[in-house]
T-cell receptor, first 113, second 110 residues
Framework: NAGVTQTPKFRVLKTGQSMTLLCAQD?????MYWYRQDPGMGLRLIHY???????AKGEVPDGYNVSRLKKQNFLLGLESAAPSQTSVYFC????????????FGPGTRLTVL | DAKTTQPNSMESNEEEPVHLPCNHS???????IHWYRQLPSQGPEYVIH?????VNNRMASLAIAEDRKSSTLILHRATLRDAAVYYC???????????WGAGTKLIIKP
């Protein structure tokens, strides 16, 4: 099993450009999450999904959109990138949304100039 | 959301036990205590979690105070591969969000 994979690993954008980050999991998990991590800080939840076709806002959703058209994939979109969105983005998945563990991908390092 | 307080960093010698403390004085009755760790340039990795009773698994032990206002993650025999940032997180059983603090950077000296 590959677990949770993320593409791309690195990306540099100019202000105003758009992009989509792809997260895929092969564990048949129902729940998926997108986090961002700024230097020296813990992770902050951007959006999450409790199942195929559903999404919900997390702690810091502004400037991002998500879609979960297939159970195994969770896409994070930036419509008009801003320098404040420079960060490392992590995707995670879990079987349930309660006390069980979340499995994380390796991260995408995004720089917005 | 209830918050946690952890020391910024700790040092330990290789092959010795490590006790990582966490204070969570505003914990509610339905909050689970989760620990994750993050090795350099990697995604976080689950370590252990518990509600009221002490918990053990192959990676670590979690000791929870009787009043649940604090907990301690115990690595029984630290190795250089255990050098990471360790996060103590509270999670409401009805809430999908993990609220992360800055964590404790664990430095292992050979």
């Amino acid at each position: 099993n590959a677990g949770v994979t993320q593409t791309p690993k690195f990306r540099v954008l100019k202000t105003g450009q758009s992009m989509t980050l792809l997260c895929a999991q092969d564990m048949n998990h129902e729940y998926m999450y997108w986090y961002r991590q700024d230097p020296g800080m813990g992770l902050r939840l951007i959006h999450y999904s409790v199942g195929e076709g559903t999404t919900a806002k997390g702690e810091v959703p502004d400037g991002y959109n998500v879609s979960r058209l297939k159970k195994q994939n969770f896409l994070l979109g930036l419509e008009s990138a801003a320098p404040s969105q420079t960060s490392v983005y992590f995707c995670a998945s879990s079987q349930t949304g309660t006390a069980d563990e979340q499995f994380f991908g390796p991260g995408t390092r995004l720089t917005v100039l | 959301d209830a918050k946690t307080t952890q020391p910024n960093s700790m040092e330990s010698n290789e092959e010795e036990p490590v006790h990582l403390p966490c204070n969570h004085s505003t914990i509610s009755g339905t909050d689970y205590i989760h620990w994750y760790r993050q090795l350099p340039s990697q995604g976080p990795e689950y370590v252990i979690h518990g509600l009221t009773s002490n918990v053990n698994n192959r990676m670590a032990s979690l000791a929870i105070a009787e009043d649940r206002k604090s907990s301690t993650l115990i690595l029984h025999r630290a190795t250089l591969r255990d050098a990471a940032v360790y996060y103590c997180i509270l999670r409401d059983d009805s809430n999908y969000q993990l609220i992360w603090g800055a964590g404790t950077k664990l430095i292992i000296k050979p």
